[in-house]
C-alpha cells in the first residue's frame, strides 16, 4: 500500500486532484454550516476567517518543526517529501489528494459531537481554505517569476529558504517568522 502512495504523491494529477477535492470539501462544509442555523450567521464568517487565519500559524509551525524538525518514524513519511521539494521544487510532491479532506472530516466529526456543527464546519472551510492558499501560492512561487509587489517579496523570501533551510519558513506570509525569529535579516 505505501509502495502505491509514494507513486501517487509525485504525480501532477495528485497535485492538482488535491486543489478540486479540497474545493469541494470547503463548499460542502460551508453549505453544512450555513444550512444548520446552530450558530448566527456573523459568528459563522468569523469562525471561517479564524479558520483561515489559524491556518498560518499551523503552515508555519508544520514546516519549522514537523518538515524541518527530526523526523520521528509517524512523520517521516512527510520530512522526506518536504526534502525531496528541495532537491526539486518544480516537482509535484505533494500528500495524497484524500489526506487533507480526510483528515479534516475525521476532525470535524470528533469536533461536532461537543461543538455547534456550523461552527465547526466554518471553522475548518477556512482553516482548509488557508490550506489551499498555501498550496496555490507554493506553485506560483516555484513556477511564476514575479517582478514586484508581495508576490515577488514571497519569492525572494522563499527561495532564500531552499538556501538556508532553518529560516524563512512561511510561504504565504513572513508574520510567524519574525515572530519566532526564523526571518534571515541577511536576505
Avoid at 523526523?71 to 495524497?96: E, M, T
Avoid at 461537543?114 to 490550506?131: D, E, I, K, N, R
Avoid at 531552499?162 to 536576505?187: C, Y
Wanted: hydrophobic letters at 50%; charged letters at 15%.
Amino acid at each position: 500500500m505505501l509502495g502505491l502512495i509514494d507513486r501517487i504523491v509525485t504525480t501532477r494529477w495528485n497535485y492538482w486532484l488535491c486543489f478540486i477535492v479540497d474545493a469541494i470539501t470547503v463548499m460542502i462544509l460551508m453549505a453544512i454550516a450555513l444550512e444548520r442555523h446552530d450558530v448566527a450567521g456573523l459568528f459563522i464568517v468569523l469562525l471561517a476567517v479564524s479558520g483561515y487565519l489559524a491556518f498560518s500559524l499551523a503552515e508555519y509551525l508544520a514546516h519549522a518543526k514537523i518538515f524541518h524538525g527530526r523526523p520521528r518514524r509517524l512523520i517521516r513519511a512527510f520530512v522526506i517529501g518536504h526534502w525531496s521539494h528541495h532537491k526539486n521544487p518544480l516537482g509535484y510532491d505533494s500528500l495524497p489528494f484524500f489526506f487533507a479532506s480526510g483528515l479534516v472530516a475525521i476532525l470535524v466529526y470528533l469536533l461536532t459531537m461537543w461543538l455547534p456543527v456550523s461552527g465547526v464546519t466554518a471553522f475548518f472551510a477556512g482553516f482548509l481554505s488557508g490550506y489551499i492558499t498555501y498550496g496555490l501560492f507554493h506553485y506560483l512561487i516555484h513556477h511564476v517569476e514575479w517582478q514586484r509587489g508581495y508576490m515577488a517579496y514571497m519569492q525572494r523570501f522563499h527561495e532564500h529558504h531552499h538556501e538556508k533551510p532553518r529560516t524563512n519558513m512561511g510561504v504565504t506570509s513572513p508574520i510567524w517568522d519574525f515572530v519566532f525569529r526564523t526571518a534571515d535579516r541577511d536576505r
